[in-house]
């Protein structure tokens, strides 16, 4: 049987910065992302879908909008921006990251451990594409 994916666009603006890295990077900034999420079952439902489009984006886009969109990832171990997080805007707080908000660990993270807790046990994530820019982009798959 061919492997059949559902692929549901998603996008957010969030703020950055990569804890250590070696050029302007390590300078706070933002990124309108473009996340692409790869769904996939062993079978199909009763009208030959993986999941409706629709519920697909209503088990997953609240969690993106509530903690990631129009707020700053911080890396846990940044102590830097920690210490000035007092002083970020209180209508949205900082997602503090087990990571350091890299693209990759990004797409990582909402593939190992936001996704699968959203979504019903029959559905999987196969692939997750994550656009930083729109010449830059994170591939990580199942």
């Not at 900082?94 to 029959?122: H, Q, R, S």
């Amino acid at each position: 049987m061919r492997k059949i994916e559902a692929v549901r666009k998603f996008t957010f603006c969030a703020g950055h910065r990569v804890y250590g890295h070696e050029s302007k990077c390590a300078n706070m900034h933002g990124h309108n992302y473009c996340l692409y999420v790869h769904a996939y079952t062993d079978v199909l439902d009763e009208l030959g879908r993986v999941i409706d489009f629709s519920l697909l984006k209503d088990l997953l886009d609240p969690w993106l909008q509530v903690h990631w969109d129009h707020t700053f990832l911080v890396y846990e171990n940044d102590k830097e921006l920690l210490a000035i997080e007092p002083l970020a805007p209180k209508n949205k707080p900082w997602f503090i990251c087990p990571f350091n908000p890299t693209a990759e660990n990004m797409a990582i993270y909402l593939m190992k451990e936001v996704f699968p807790k959203l979504l019903p046990d029959n559905i999987q994530i196969s692939k997750i594409e994550l656009w930083e820019t729109e010449n830059c982009k994170v591939v990580v798959t199942h």
